[in-house]
């Protein structure tokens, strides 16, 4: 699910950038295409803020979140749920005509599927798997009673059936 709902921000995200958000005014001038190049954080009539780092942002998160556990994916949860949140406030609060049918729209829905993604990793962050948890040492929780199966796994971890001493 989660995996998704950043696929759809990073998608919404995206279209919203390259959008109109409304349509431009009559009484405004145009600006030319160099000027708007060289400040792609503006504004110009017709056209809204730059979300496509906030895109990056949310593709990024996909590895990120099976990457790291713990305190670092809560973090990361937090940090995508303020990005989201941003969003949000961007495409509510941009002057205008507002229409869910424009870029604004698609801005709005971005936010959303962005802000609930960082919930969710928060909500749930212990119970996602980790990339390499396969591969940490078995705990003494893990033993199963059968003592054939947890001597193999014991083999498994490194320890040696043939020591002298109580396995743990």
Not at 46 to 67: C, D, I, N, Q, Y
Request: charged letters at 15%.
């Amino acid at each position: 699910m989660i995996v998704l709902l950043l696929l759809g921000a990073a998608a919404a995200l995206w279209g919203a950038t390259e959008l109109v958000w409304y349509p431009k005014p009559d009484s405004l001038p145009t600006v030319p295409h160099d000027k708007a190049l060289l400040n792609p954080g503006i504004a110009y009539p017709g056209k809204g803020p730059s979300f496509t780092v906030v895109a990056l942002l949310a593709l990024a998160s996909l590895a990120g979140v099976f990457a790291v556990s713990g305190w670092m994916r809560r973090l990361l949860g937090a940090i995508i749920s303020v990005a989201g949140g941003w969003v949000c406030w961007q495409a509510v609060s941009t002057g205008g005509e507002f229409d869910l049918l424009t870029g604004r729209g698609l801005a709005l829905l971005g936010g959303l599927l962005f802000l609930a993604a960082g919930v969710l990793i928060v909500l749930h962050a212990d119970a996602l798997p980790t990339i390499g948890a396969q591969y940490q040492l078995a705990t003494t929780e893990r033993r199963t009673g059968d003592p054939d199966k947890d001597m193999w796994d014991g083999l498994s971890d490194g320890e040696d059936p043939t020591a002298d001493g109580k396995r743990t």
